[in-house]
């Protein structure tokens, strides 16, 4: 399909529902969590979403996989996505969906700032800065504002979940940074979950036993992890960002937090304060901030 140069309603409709599907993710994380442990699930679900990407590729017929040259960055790449999901398994294990969810989704901050010095054409401006000042903000008040009216809480959950954050900006500092770039977002997709799938399993024999009395729904929960989260969700976020402008894209990255303590509240009874919706909406507006796109300047005929 032909790219677009602004996102229209059925674009607007799957973004949309994307981040809904991030929020929703979670609060799937934090259920399955009670039946498997949650570094051993989080390679369970790598190695799956591995092996539903080869049938998925070999269905297309797409005979590119891996491509020549590309072991280094793809181990790199591999890495830091399976560390990732340890942080982010862990901390949905330790702590609320409704506090993950507001310090996990301020990736935008950590990846403005890091390419800040990295990539020559991703400097802050005046308002980037002032979106950063924002979300760093939201992360203060939200780790600071622990215990009381704002549930189960910890310190250590919320700085995995401030890990998970700053590995996914890490992945996308990988993803351009890298001879990846010059890969098609669905092979970088594929080295993330067969790289990460033996480091999360092996890694897993660390952190105690590998079953917690698993029950139909957290096979259930695992089953549409897989399926639907890292295979379907996954290429069509790709797919999304290869149609509409990647910055109208990431503009939507704000509803993930707001969904995010939504549903934690709606669906699990996680209680909501007023530090953590204080927390939300200054994440929130860094988030607009942040990836709001340059002004264009005009051209001189």
């Known amino acids: 399909m032909a790219r677009k140069p602004h996102i229209d309603l059925s674009g607007a409709l799957m973004l949309i529902g994307f981040s809904a599907l991030l929020a929703y993710n979670q609060v799937v994380i934090r259920v399955v969590n009670e039946g498997f442990q949650p570094v051993f699930w989080a390679g369970l679900r790598s190695l799956g979403g591995a092996l539903c990407l080869v049938v998925w590729f070999r269905l297309r017929r797409d005979g590119t996989w891996f491509s020549p040259g590309q072991w280094p960055a793809g181990l790199l790449i591999g890495t830091v996505f399976a560390l990732e999901f340890i942080f982010l398994f862990i901390a949905l294990d330790l702590t609320t969906v409704v506090r993950t969810s507001v310090i996990f989704y301020t990736m ?18 005046p308002v980037k800065a002032a979106g950063l000042a924002a979300a ?6 939200a780790i600071v504002g622990r215990g009381g009216a704002e549930g189960q809480a910890s310190l250590i959950g919320d700085l995995c979940a401030l890990g998970g954050a700053l590995t996914w900006a890490g992945i996308a500092l990988c993803a351009r940074g890298t001879s990846l770039a010059r890969v098609s977002p669905r092979e970088q997709l594929l080295w993330q979950v067969t790289v990460s799938a033996p480091i999360l399993l092996l890694a897993s024999l660390a952190f105690g036993e590998l079953l917690r009395d698993p029950q139909p729904i957290h096979y259930a929960g695992l089953a549409f992890q897989i399926v639907v989260v890292v295979t379907a969700a996954f290429l069509l976020w790709l797919w999304l960002i290869s149609v509409y402008p990647v910055a109208s894209v990431a503009s939507f990255s704000f509803l993930s937090p707001v969904f995010g303590v939504a549903l934690g509240w709606l669906l699990l009874d996680e209680p909501v304060g007023w530090s953590m919706l204080i927390a939300l909406v200054l994440v929130a507006v860094g988030i607009i901030l942040i990836n709001r796109p340059k002004p264009q300047v005009p051209q001189k005929v």
Request: charged share 10%; proline share 8%; hydrophobic share 60%.
């Open 108 to 125: 935008p901050l950590w990846l403005a700032l890091i390419s800040h010095f990295l990539l020559p054409d991703e400097r802050i401006t």
């Open 136 to 141: 760093f903000a939201g992360v203060v008040v």
